[in-house]
């Protein structure tokens, strides 16, 4: 898949799906991916500069081979301290956690973690924005959500409320995002709406 | 090592030093644990939001053993695309990257890559603020040189230029970060003065 300017994309994928026509469905591709293609285009259209950190890996064991590239033998996933995705559009700070979910009905707050939490508690509180983009995979519908109304859910989930985000709100308050050929989950666009 | 609000700090480094005295020194520690423990003490005292990012590696093959964490067998470095380290400050969005050099006498440009600059260039065209610093570790000397100090050099490399950015330079036009025993590289202080 080439950009019109003649540049080949690039993946954090190590198998890219290649594909003979062009596929305008949404279908087959993780949301993961589509927001790395998101932000390559976005990267090289002078849009803007948002990467996924790397997963972060415990190393305790590395080979050197002679004459070759070292060979990590032993190490371990560990659980990210923060979001995914983080970077800066029109001058400002923005950081947002990808989530998607089989479920139609609600979102499961058991899918965020209490440190990613803080951290979007600590961002937002330091004047950057802070989002989530939540797909619901069966019903192909992508949203943005500020995190404070996650907050809102997160907080009352310890006194007693609801373990999920019903669809509904989500629907109601969040910014549905439309799908398109080149900015897949276009949400740049959608923040344009939402904070500029 | 605790803080004064009690709680305890943390780090990326699997063997932390540990001392019995405090120890005012800068000697002994990385450029990159001294920044590490900053963004820390950052964090807890609500001043900044910045981490640093994860080491890339290309994971190729993972155990998953019964009843135990997935291992991952064989995985090999990656070439990072961005810099080190990115938050927020101030409702900024920032973006460096770090470097020791065992000269006196000037910085070599072999310590960065195309693929780096390319990345700090971008992020001074959205509005972020992209920064080396560059540690003399002979000298024990921390600087902050703004990004658009180093592409001047940077390009000029490809045009006859020196392949190098002069230690006199950096102490002129850079900013010297001195050394605190909670803030160990004060980064904020210094971009106060600079860009605020």
Tied chains: 1, 2.
Excluded: C
């Excluded at 198998?15 to 589509?34: A, C, H, I, W, Y």
């Excluded at 560990?78 to 089989?102: C, H, L, M, P, W």
């Amino acid at each position: 898949m080439n950009y019109p300017n003649g540049k080949r994309r690039f993946t954090q994928n190590p198998t890219p799906q290649k594909k003979t026509k062009p596929d305008f469905s949404n279908r087959g591709m993780s949301l993961e991916e589509d927001i790395n293609l998101t932000n390559e285009y976005y990267l090289e259209a002078g849009i803007a500069v948002v990467h996924k950190k790397p997963t972060p890996v415990q190393i305790v064991n590395v080979d050197y081979p002679k004459r070759s590239a070292a060979v990590i033998k032993e190490a371990y996933f560990k659980q990210a301290s923060t979001t995914d995705f983080n970077g800066v559009y029109r001058g400002k700070y923005i950081d947002f956690e990808a989530k998607e979910t089989k479920n139609k009905t609600s979102f499961p707050l058991s899918n965020v973690h209490q440190h990613q939490v803080d951290h979007m508690k600590a961002v937002v509180s330091h004047g950057g924005i802070s989002f989530l983009i939540v797909k619901f995979s069966p019903l192909e519908e992508v949203y943005l959500l500020p995190s404070p109304m996650l907050f809102t859910y997160w907080d009352d989930q310890w006194n007693g409320g609801r373990k999920s985000i019903p669809y509904s709100y989500i629907m109601e308050k969040g910014t549905r995002i439309p799908f398109h050929y080149q900015a897949r989950i276009d949400y740049a666009k959608t923040l344009d709406k939402l904070y500029f």
